[in-house]
């Protein structure tokens, strides 16, 4: 089982989508007592099935390119994950920046700019839309926040699938395991100019992080005293809306049934140039995950699945 | 056998606490609610059952209403949280047990939850029963709850060999 999983700090280690040439070369201090992360309660956390039991829980996270000297706040690394307690299972469902979808206010266009102005609500109930499923909770995150949190339980572990090199994310990493620390997990997730598919290839990478991070947190915080000490690291730079931190600490459990090797994360099948549409196996998808928060398959020539440890 | 007789032996308590914001402070009374909810929770859900078949009055009250919703469905986490279902033996009992209480204090300081990690031993005869875990603890009204646990439950009787289950606390509503 997974321990200590703690489910908001872990996650949030993964995110964030991000422009191409900020932070080359530049160190992000750490300001004490800041705001760096934003978590909100939209929803009921779950529906209750017929036999009493849980049904699916539903946790949209955001990675913000907002950052000193840039004005908006763009979500540009979108993490839809479907949480099933009964089962044991997640997944993680990667939605490219560059999806275009309805969004509230603003009618049909890029699903990022749904979070114009730092507005996470608007952004999940625009990704909430598009696959279908009520969403709980949305976690928001800035670029400094996920290098602090990264930083804050020591750095993750991956083991990098193929050459990362690239001057505008800072990412300079040969395929092989490595430890990463704040800034280095931060270029390993911004780096699009590595690969062909560009955002596509990015925003799994993003996924994977996210499972390196549950597992390295799996390591280090397994027990419930253990998910206090992550619940007060993430309270020094969290607002909360809705919800409180024992309500911070419950979700920690939700997450903690889940099986290390139950956590899947596939990209969203899209087609098109700057304005991605899903594809029809998308909408089948949406409808497997809608179903239990669970993809029990996945379409043909998606990126799909990790195991970040060696 | 009644809450807080001589059968029960807690051998060592210590606490700690982690805090989101100022230091905070787990006082004596926060404490003493830890350290008898565990105690009602060994001598309830496993020496009463032992002893009677049953379990101790009152069981259901040391738990928040969704935890004791899940126990009052047959299945894994009760019969690992309690020790319905296994047999009873017969003798004298015995409690050892220690703890480890750890607060969770908020951004004002206040404790808002508990995690109270213990083991305890309970001896019948030739019948062995090491209980494990953690029990995570939230005010509720002017008392102290159960909310959730990650448990384990060893037992063995003479030299058969033992049988382990655990729990731990699924998906609640947060």
Request: aromatic share 6%; glycine share 14%.
């Given at each position: 089982m997974l321990r200590g999983v703690a489910a908001l700090v872990t996650i949030m280690l993964a995110l964030t989508g991000l422009a191409a040439s900020w932070l080359a070369g530049v160190h992000i201090p750490f300001v004490e007592g800041k705001t760096y992360i934003a978590v909100q309660k939209l929803h009921a956390a779950f529906t209750p099935r017929p036999d009493g039991s849980n049904g699916p829980l539903f946790i949209m996270f955001i990675g913000s390119d907002l950052?000193?000297?840039?004005?908006?706040?763009?979500?540009?690394?979108?993490?839809?994950?479907?949480?099933?307690?009964?089962?044991?299972q997640a997944t993680i469902l990667d939605i490219p920046r560059d999806t275009c979808a309805d969004v509230p206010g603003s009618g049909h266009?890029?699903?990022?700019?749904?979070?114009?102005?730092?507005?996470?609500?608007?952004?999940?109930?625009?990704?909430?839309?598009?696959?279908?499923?009520?969403?709980?909770?949305?976690?928001?995150?800035?670029?400094?926040?996920?290098?602090?949190?990264?930083?804050?339980?020591?750095?993750?572990?991956?083991?990098?699938?193929?050459?990362?090199?690239?001057?505008?994310s800072n990412a300079d990493f040969d395929p092989g395991p490595r430890h990463l620390n704040g800034v280095l997990a931060l270029a390993f997730a911004r780096d699009r100019h590595s690969f062909p598919t560009s955002d596509i290839q990015r925003t799994w990478d993003q996924g994977y992080l996210m499972i390196a991070a549950i597992q390295k947190l799996e390591k280090s915080y397994s027990t419930i005293a253990g998910r206090f000490q992550l619940a007060a690291l993430m309270m020094q730079h969290a607002q909360l809306s809705g919800m409180d931190l024992q309500d911070l600490v419950k979700l920690g459990q939700v997450a903690d049934d889940i099986a290390p090797n139950g956590i899947k994360t596939v990209t969203m099948p899209s087609t098109g140039g700057n304005c991605l549409t899903p594809t029809a196996s998308a909408r089948a998808l949406f409808a497997d995950f809608r179903d239990d928060g669970v993809l029990e398959s996945y379409p043909a020539g998606t990126p799909q699945d990790v195991s970040p440890s060696p | 056998m009644p809450t807080g007789t001589p059968g029960f032996v807690l051998l060592a308590n210590r606490s700690s606490v982690v805090s989101a914001g100022p230091p905070a402070h787990l006082s004596a009374a926060t404490t003493k609610a830890a350290?008898?909810?565990?105690?009602?929770?060994?001598?309830?859900?496993?020496?009463?059952?032992?002893?009677?078949?049953?379990?101790?009055?009152?069981?259901?009250?040391?738990?928040?209403?969704?935890?004791?919703?899940?126990?009052?469905?047959?299945?894994?986490?009760?019969?690992?949280?309690?020790?319905?279902?296994?047999g009873r033996s017969s003798g004298p009992i015995k409690v050892r047990a220690t703890m480890h209480v750890t607060g969770l204090g908020d951004q004002s300081g206040n404790i808002v939850m508990m995690s109270a990690s213990?083991?305890?031993?309970?001896?019948?005869?030739?019948?062995?029963v090491d209980r494990s875990g953690e029990l995570l603890l939230a005010p509720e009204g002017f008392r102290w709850v159960i909310i959730g646990y990650n448990l384990r439950a060893r037992r063995a009787i003479g030299v058969a060999p033992a049988s382990t289950t655990t729990a731990s606390t699924p998906g609640r509503k947060p």
């Open positions: 950052r000193p000297g840039v004005g908006g706040a763009r979500g540009d690394a979108l993490h839809l994950m479907g949480i099933n307690p009964t089962l044991h266009t890029k699903i990022n700019a749904a979070n114009e102005g730092g507005n996470a609500a608007q952004q999940t109930q625009a990704v909430a839309s598009l696959v279908g499923v009520p969403v709980s909770y949305a976690v928001e995150v800035d670029f400094a926040g996920f290098m602090a949190l990264v930083d804050g339980v020591g750095g993750v572990d991956v083991n990098i699938p193929y050459p990362m090199h690239d001057s505008y | 350290e008898g909810l565990v105690r009602d929770y060994v001598i309830r859900g496993t020496v009463d059952v032992l002893l009677t078949g049953r379990l101790g009055k009152g069981f259901s009250d040391l738990f928040g209403p969704e935890t004791v919703a899940v126990l009052a469905r047959p299945g894994n986490d009760r019969t690992t949280v309690t020790e319905l279902g296994y213990f083991k305890a031993a309970i001896r019948r005869g030739e019948l062995s």
